[in-house]
């Protein structure tokens, strides 16, 4: 080969250098592999979340963006955690889901794409597991758990613990779910003339919300409620 030939062949080379044998551009491959990596993890480990509303009001404010465990599900959810549940099968979607039009809806697709949302998603608090009774309300106007009266120092301003009455015993399998914006939130309660009775089954819950981290002037944990995640466990309750 001469000299000349061999600089051609050089500079072919260098030409195809960042283009697989199939004609397919290297930065592109690297860009597949990276978004099914980040869907895979989003799957089994991790999703993020938009809040839509002011029900979780002043734990969680209407845009702001959570990370939520998939590995905290099932029975690992606990009494007071703030849990992301898919209610497809049971509350339909949120009201007002579907009010969205033109290039906002089409950025709120492609939001819940990225963050694998099935677009009926709610975020609320767990107020009762599988064996717990919950009422509204005590002579004090409190909630009880069993019996003993919860102190919601979460709750939005001036909201009472709920203005609906109820008396329910949470079965197996499901759990009893509120938002901490009370008056404004249409949760377990306004669910009860519906099929399971305001119930969320925990084979529908997509995980336990563990941090807000947008906007960053709002980045924290979110930790479970401690006056009601320390109450124990009813007394030959089934986890799940």
């Known amino acids: 080969m001469t000299r000349r030939e061999a600089r051609a062949a050089s500079e072919g080379r260098a030409r195809t250098s960042g283009v697989s044998h199939r004609g397919v551009p290297e930065s592109v491959r690297i860009g597949v592999i990276a978004i099914a990596l980040m869907i895979l993890v989003r799957a089994l480990l991790v ?10 009001q002043q734990t ?12 905290a599900r099932g029975p690992s959810i606990e009494r ?8 497809t099968d049971t509350w339909g979607k949120p009201a007002g889901s ?37 009422v509204c309300c005590d002579v004090d106007g409190r909630l ?3 019996g003993v009266a919860i102190d919601e120092p979460y709750l939005y301003p001036g909201n009472p613990p709920s ?36 119930m969320v089954p925990l084979d529908d819950v997509v995980g336990r919300a563990w941090v807000r981290y947008w906007p960053l002037d709002r980045l924290g944990s979110l930790t479970p409620a401690p006056a ?13």
């Open 228 to 240: 009601l995640h320390d109450l124990p466990r009813p007394t030959g309750a089934a986890p799940s």
């Open 163 to 198: 203005t609906t009455k109820f008396d329910v015993t949470v079965p197996t399998g499901k759990i009893w779910v509120m938002g901490d914006h009370r008056s404004a939130s249409a949760d377990s309660r306004a669910q009860m003339g519906k099929p399971g009775g305001g």
């Open 98 to 134: 579907d009010s969205a039009s033109g290039p906002r809806q089409l950025l709120n697709s492609l939001l819940a794409f990225i963050s694998l949302s099935s677009g009926a998603d709610y975020v609320k608090r767990v107020v009762g597991v599988p064996g717990d009774h919950v």
């Open 144 to 146: 009880t758990v069993n």
């Open 60 to 71: 969680l404010e209407p845009g702001d963006r959570i990370l939520v465990s998939r590995l």
């Open 47 to 56: 999703q993020t979340f938009s809040v839509p509303s002011g029900s979780m």
């Open 80 to 87: 007071g955690d703030v849990v992301v549940f898919d209610g």
